[in-house]
């Protein structure tokens, strides 16, 4: 890698200067294999690009047409070029961070700036029609009828008419015009229309594919009244008691002549004595969200209490389980012959290999106060595990470190099987003892290995929302506030704040997100600049 | 090598639009696939036999899906938002006021003698904002259960209840006094019986009849009060009422015979007629010298949701079909809870006594509040009451619970 970056370097756009790069020599011929995987990649790159795109031109989402084809191009380019070398190791990798972190990123910034939550999700227009369309009264004391839905003329596809059949048995036929009797219709037992001269019976299913014609369709009856359906078998006589009008951007409520004026800033429309109506819409906040988690006093007291604990769960959970992981893979790591090593083996990783919902819920029941198997077992009064703060910590940290170690047990062994038994005997015959041959020589080198592994266990931890949720959802909970608990981590306490008080509210949410996202951030990014300077060993 | 390319290109080509045509013959399919009805896993098999005799009547395919019970609303909700939600949606009363806001589900229109047909607290439930939502098909309140064998009297009040599920206890029949759900996080559910015998409410009554949610319950000295008398039978107290019983045991307690006494609903029955329990049912008693108990009563119903294509068939179906007293005898059959339309509730009651017992015993219960301001008062209400059976002062854990609700309602 090296060298290829210093030959560009050398060679400014040139491409005859190039050197050999590695496999070079292999790429023009290419083995048949090697010929039919690519082809073979570039074909399911294609059908995916092609299965993405009719959605989406479907329903009109340019945007999202003009990235899956440039995409695509892309790829093929990369590909079906000679040039592009480096940039076939590399575009798999930068598409995938691009789909998979960039743009999720991206996504929940832009989010954090609205008031996207329950009641504020679709379009004004969709909050509009909803708020009309659910506003339909039956008047009082309407008729029931009984509806036929027919077309005029010979063919079921002609014009919309109701025939309707009141209580009484007279029969009606309904059309913009309104409500006339009709004559010489036959009616079934249930009281629907079979037939009726100069009309057609429309069969329900024909009916379904006019839903919207059918459901938007009312016979006028009066002021503001008319005759609807409900169904392809009923119909009943309703008002509209709530009405748009677009000059004065408001909604009347003609039932007590209430106004309600849109609040483009709230997203909702909001009558002059402060009341709303339930159906919102998604409006821009700018940094409303974030100032709200920032300016309330008591978000901001627990806020350092959490952040303390977060730390110190994902810290010593990352700790604990690296001790107790390379304990064991060390204890088996040994040269003499042990019996069943792999079945020792195999027991550790248990804990890995089972699911960790079941184990969590699993733990939790084991750690009840009065039903609990550990309370059963341990001698002495029973302990409230879970309604005490500090025993409450422990117990999460338990369970959390027994679901952790076989991995690091796993990564620990690998790493010590790569290092050379010869470094530790040398270090041996040079007179250092056991202690002293793993610690100066055995630690560092499996340090390299380990490091980052440790930094994505700590990253891994700090958000570990199941850990803290299936077991103690966070608690207990001090007696003055509910909101923000003994083991809540940032992540169960944010989870809590947008999604267990009221309703699901994901502005708030994404705001809170960027917040966890940037303190783990400044974490990783020290602990990675930290970890790099256990690679000294190989310079 | 440049042959090679263009054919590589073509076959490329050629492939894939094989594919996508595969997969665009699909999903041009889809949308006129016919109607679909979500039900959670336990509704769905009872469903599609109506649905598919619907299907047939009507010439139209109709589907129902299984969606798992604890996403079903959330996952409607999202669904609805991208356009690809159901037609109809089986689901609890209570989601309606989320349901509204979001836009996701249009009123029924029943005639009045259908709505005569049913049930005045199923009605009274799926009616939001002055309109009728659903369409309602069962019903479900708590109740309580009691091992006959152990104690064969029903308890006219708690205190009775305690003093025999403790003199059990001390004789080493059984281990605990009651077994009523609490958890570490606390359960407003399983105690609005004892909160409402106590005196507390949750909201007032608006003009409408429905909840207000100006007027909290909870913070009010009537509620600081309840949460006393709660305490008394905590575990600082009598040790009734317990954190440590929840909702993953309190089912094992009962049918292992470890405790007398079961606060459940009808969902419980089986469990309960499976473990060979002996069992009479009763209401959830109150307290000596209190009010009433209230308990929540929980109505599941059909919803035609807003952005479905089908409307005229679901509809149709909803309003028409599901009103018919077969299905609803069906329905119990599955699963037996009170069905909500009158005919059928006293033709079950009369063949069957635990649906009659557990319909006596909501007699005096309410809907659940089904507007959306219930959502803030779950979470920090719930452990309120679980810090107060833990020991904690009431006054503290009601004030700042109301402090956390009042908060979020605004």
């Known amino acids: ?539 | 090598m440049r042959i090679r390319s263009a054919g590589l290109l073509a076959g490329t080509a050629a492939l894939a639009l094989a594919t996508a045509c595969a997969g665009g013959g699909q999903e041009a399919d889809q949308p006129q696939g016919g109607m679909v009805i979500w039900a959670d896993p336990e509704r769905t098999a009872v469903l599609e036999p109506f649905a598919e005799e619907f299907g047939e009547a009507n010439g139209i395919k109709v589907d129902v899906r299984e969606v798992a019970v604890d996403t079903i609303q959330a996952d409607f909700v999202t669904a609805h938002e991208g356009g690809s939600g159901p037609d109809v949606l089986v689901g609890a009363h209570d989601w309606i006021g989320n349901l509204v806001q979001n836009g996701a589900i249009d009123p029924v229109q029943l005639p009045q003698e259908k709505v005569d047909a049913l049930n005045d607290v199923a009605v009274e439930a799926t009616t939001y904002d002055g309109r009728l939502y659903g369409v309602p098909y069962a019903m479900e309140n708590l109740a309580l259960i009691r091992n006959t064998a152990l104690a064969p009297e029903a308890p006219e009040t708690v205190e009775d209840l305690v003093e025999t599920g403790s003199r059990l206890k001390d004789e080493g029949e059984v281990q605990e006094i009651l077994g009523l759900q609490v958890s570490q996080t606390g359960d407003p559910y399983h105690m609005q019986p004892f909160y409402t015998s106590a005196g507390g409410y949750l909201f007032g009554t608006g003009d409408n009849g429905a909840p207000d949610p100006s007027d909290l319950g909870v913070g009010k000295p009537a509620s600081v009060e309840a949460f006393e008398r709660i305490a008394e039978f905590g575990e600082e107290g009598e040790g009734a009422f317990k954190r440590s019983i929840d909702g993953d045991n309190v089912g094992s307690l009962f049918t292992q015979g470890k405790t007398a006494y079961f606060v459940t609903g009808p969902w419980s029955l089986a469990a309960v007629q499976e473990a060979g329990v002996e069992y009479g049912i009763s209401p959830v008693p109150g307290f000596e010298g209190g009010e009433e108990p209230v308990p929540f009563v929980g109505v599941q119903a059909f919803f035609v949701a807003s952005g479905s294509k089908n409307k005229v068939l679901a509809q149709e179906f909803v309003t028409n079909y599901v009103t018919d007293p077969e299905l609803a005898t069906a329905l119990y059959e599955a699963d037996p809870r009170p069905p909500a339309l009158n005919e059928v509730a006293e033709k079950v009651g009369e063949e069957d006594a635990d649906v009659g017992a557990f319909t006596d015993a909501g007699a005096n219960g309410r809907p659940m509040p089904a507007i959306p301001e219930m959502d803030a008062v779950w979470d920090p209400f719930g452990k309120a009451q679980a810090a107060v059976i833990g020991g904690a002062d009431p006054k503290e854990a009601v004030e700042s619970a109301a402090e956390a609700i009042r908060e979020e309602i605004g």
């Open chain 1, 1 to 539: 890698m090296a060298q290829d970056r210093s030959s560009a370097g050398g060679a400014p756009g040139g491409a005859p200067a190039r050197p050999p790069l590695p496999g070079g020599s292999l790429a023009p011929r290419g083995s048949a294999a090697g010929q039919a995987a690519k082809t073979g990649m570039l074909a399911l790159a294609a059908a995916i690009a092609l299965w993405a795109v009719f959605p989406l031109y479907a329903a009109g989402q340019w945007v999202g047409v003009g990235v899956v084809v440039a995409a695509t191009a892309l790829i093929f380019y990369v590909y079906l070029s000679k040039r592009a070398v480096p940039a076939k190791y590399l575009l798999p990798g930068t598409l995938f961070l691009v789909a998979f972190q960039i743009v999720p990123v991206l996504y929940t910034l832009s989010t954090s700036v609205t008031n996207y939550s329950d009641g504020h999700r679709g379009t004004k227009e969709q909050a509009i029609d909803q708020i009309e369309a659910s506003s339909v009264e039956r008047t009082a004391d309407a008729t029931a009828y009984t509806l036929t839905v027919a077309a005029r003329g010979s063919s079921p596809e002609g014009e919309l008419v109701f025939l309707l059949t009141a209580p009484d048995g007279a029969a009606y036929a309904g059309d913009e015009d309104g409500l006339r009797p009709l004559t010489g219709a036959e009616v079934g037992p249930s009281g629907k229309i079979t037939d009726a001269p100069g009309y057609t019976v429309v069969p329900p299913s024909e009916a379904n594919s006019r839903s919207e014609e059918i459901t938007g369709f009312a016979v006028p009856t009066g002021a503001g009244t008319g005759i609807r359906s409900s169904g392809f078998s009923s119909a009943y006589e309703g008002r509209s008691s709530l009405t748009y009008d677009s000059g004065c951007d408001c909604i009347t409520d003609s039932r007590n002549g209430r106004v309600y004026t849109a609040d483009d800033e709230r997203g909702a429309f909001v009558s002059d004595n402060g009341e709303r109506l339930p159906q919102g819409w998604r409006v821009g906040v700018g940094l409303d969200n974030f100032l709200r988690f920032v300016g309330d006093p008591e978000t901001r007291s627990s806020f350092v209490g959490i952040l303390t604990w977060n730390v110190a769960f994902a810290a010593g959970t990352t700790a604990m389980v690296f001790a107790l992981g390379l304990g064991v893979a060390l204890t088996l790591h040994t040269r003499h012959r042990l019996r069943g090593r792999t079945a020792y083996r195999l027991l550790v990783v248990l804990p890995y290999a089972m699911p960790s919902f079941a184990m969590f819920l699993l733990w939790r029941s084991m750690f009840n106060a009065d039903f609990g198997l550990l309370n059963r077992m341990l001698p002495g009064p029973d302990v409230d595990w879970f309604g005490q703060p500090w025993t409450a910590r422990a117990a999460v940290l338990i369970v959390n470190i027994w679901l952790g170690f076989p991995y690091m047990f796993l990564v620990a062994t690998g790493a010590l099987q790569s290092i050379p038994r010869e470094l530790v005997q040398a270090a041996r015959i040079d007179g250092a003892g056991a202690w002293q041959a793993l610690r100066q020589v055995t630690f560092p080198l499996l340090m390299v290995a380990m490091a980052p592994i440790l930094v994505a266990t700590f990253a891994f931890n700090f958000n570990n929302f199941n850990a803290v949720w299936l077991t103690t959802e966070g608690g207990p909970f001090p007696t003055d506030n509910p909101l923000a608990g003994a083991t809540d981590l940032l992540i169960t306490y944010t989870y809590r704040l947008a999604f267990g008080v009221s309703g699901a509210q994901y502005g708030y949410a994404a705001a809170l997100s960027v917040f966890i996202f940037l303190i783990v951030t400044v974490m990783s990014v020290v602990s990675l600049r930290r970890s790099a300077s256990l690679e000294e060993v190989h310079r």
